[in-house]
């Protein structure tokens, strides 16, 4: 079983849509929960991360972690044509300054 | 403004032959990173380091290797080029050790191709 599963998609949804991602972990050791955003042809920058269990919002975006169930979520209200993008989840024992299990991306399409 | 750069952005070669890709970053951060992408793979971990001197293997590391002799560089080496490794390679950068949320900046990647 890999360490975490991600729904490679693609998904493609009209604007202003509510958007849920998600991905699943096998290791109940992972503390940190990270999505990153890759645009096309660019490397990943980090969009939010999470700290054990709970909700994080900032702005049109929820990060969800429910450790119970090893399940973590991304959330995008109001969905816009900018954020067309590949969205990856990761985890880590330590946060960032430890090696990173990426989940495999699912490509985002928002259209007009 | 700091940033982190690799070079070359392209790169085209043969099977066999000894490849070095080059990553640079200005913010004097100990934790660098190399990582594969992959089509139905997504990011894999290659070798990584969490300072001078130090270099550590990662999910994938066969036929790799790094060496960091300085704060700012960690050089990825394909030793024998190979066919299957082709891909896009990504540096990341982090703050640390310790625990919290350092964020990893990652570098805008490198293409290779092995024909």
């Known amino acids: 079983q890999k360490e975490v599963e991600q729904d490679p998609g693609p998904l493609s949804v009209p604007e202003g849509a509510i958007v849920s991602l998600n991905c699943t972990y096998s290791n109940s050791a992972f503390q940190y929960f990270m999505w990153y955003r890759q645009y096309s042809r660019k490397g990943p920058e980090l969009l939010m991360y999470?700290?054990?269990?709970g909700n994080k919002e900032d702005g049109r975006f929820t990060a969800q972690v429910d450790k119970s169930s090893k399940y973590i979520s991304l959330f995008i209200r109001d969905s816009q044509p900018s954020d067309s993008a590949t969205y990856l989840c990761a985890i880590s024992r330590q946060g960032g300054s430890e090696k990173l299990v990426f989940g495999k991306g699912m490509k985002l399409t928002v259209n007009p | 403004d700091a940033e982190i750069t690799q070079s070359p952005r392209h790169k085209i070669t043969e099977t066999g032959r000894q490849v070095t890709l080059a990553c640079h970053q200005t913010?004097?951060?100990?934790?660098m990173f190399w990582y594969r992408q992959d089509l139905g793979h997504g990011l894999r971990l290659i070798h990584y380091s969490y300072g001078v001197q130090d270099t550590n293997k990662g999910e994938v590391s066969d036929g790799y290797s790094v060496s960091r002799s300085n704060t700012e560089d960690l050089p990825l080496t394909l030793e024998s080029a190979a066919s299957s490794q082709t891909s896009v390679y990504f540096c990341a950068s982090s703050e640390g050790p310790g625990q919290g949320v350092w964020t990893q900046y990652f570098g805008p990647g490198t293409r290779l191709t092995v024909l």
């Open positions: 913010w004097n951060h100990n934790n």
């Open positions: 999470t700290y054990s269990s």
